[in-house]
């Protein structure tokens, strides 16, 4: 294998993983970010040209087109939520710009499932391929980082009839323990997720990082 593909992956996700970190002090750290998904996605995109693995390269395309597409279509929506020219100042029929929102909406969260998938299925083709256990545990921790989140919204939407008159309890009388009897479940399984996400990105990195020492393609998921 290429160590092209070592580096470019093993520094993709390790910026992928400080970006974020570093843009709460400064904002143009977080651009760091952006450069590790696209350094990533060429990694993705040259594992998977070397090891003939269509469902890489799909990955590594997406890693680059899935966020394009949901800036478009968020860009799209605002577009048309502004007001029409003629005449002038005439405001969007709300029921028009709701349907486009959820639109969008609905949009987004395809190609973020698709790009998830892809994700996923990436990391455990290249573990079985290439023998290295990282990928796998990376792709496990992703896996279990989405299960959690998932929960903790069916846990918030199970839950709305109760969290809605706490809710205007707390507009009334705001009361710090009563929002963390409302939110806090539901706050630790998201927390929880967002560490296995950290996780999930720092085994990433050791795997590229250990891919000169993989036996070479051995065959697919």
Request: hydrophobic share 60%; glycine share 10%.
């Amino acid at each position: 294998m290429d160590k092209t593909v070592k580096y470019l992956g093993g520094i993709g996700y390790i910026l992928l993983l400080v970006g974020p970190l570093l843009s709460f002090g400064a904002s143009a750290a977080g651009g760091l970010a952006i450069v590790g998904v696209i350094l990533a996605a060429v990694a993705w995109i040259l594992m998977g040209k070397s090891l003939g693995d269509k469902v890489m390269l799909a990955n590594g395309i997406m890693m680059i087109l899935g966020p394009i597409i949901t800036f478009v279509a968020m860009f799209g929506i605002l577009m048309s939520m502004l007001p029409t020219a003629n005449p002038p100042m005439a405001p969007k029929n709300p029921v028009v710009a709701i349907r486009t929102l959820m639109l969008v909406i609905a949009i987004a969260l395809i190609v973020g499932i698709v790009c998830w998938v892809l994700q996923v299925l990436s990391h455990l083709r290249a573990g079985n391929a290439l023998g290295i256990s990282m990928f796998r545990y990376s792709a496990y921790c992703q896996i279990l980082s989405f299960i959690l989140i998932v929960l903790a919204f069916i846990w918030m939407f199970g839950n709305i009839t109760a969290i809605v008159p706490l809710l205007q309890t707390q507009a009334v009388q705001p009361n710090p323990e009563l929002l963390l009897k409302i939110f806090g479940p539901a706050f630790g399984l998201i927390a929880l997720g967002g560490l296995l996400s950290i996780a999930s990105n720092i085994l990433s990195a050791i795997a590229f990082f250990s891919i000169e020492e993989s036996p070479g393609f051995v065959g697919g998921l």
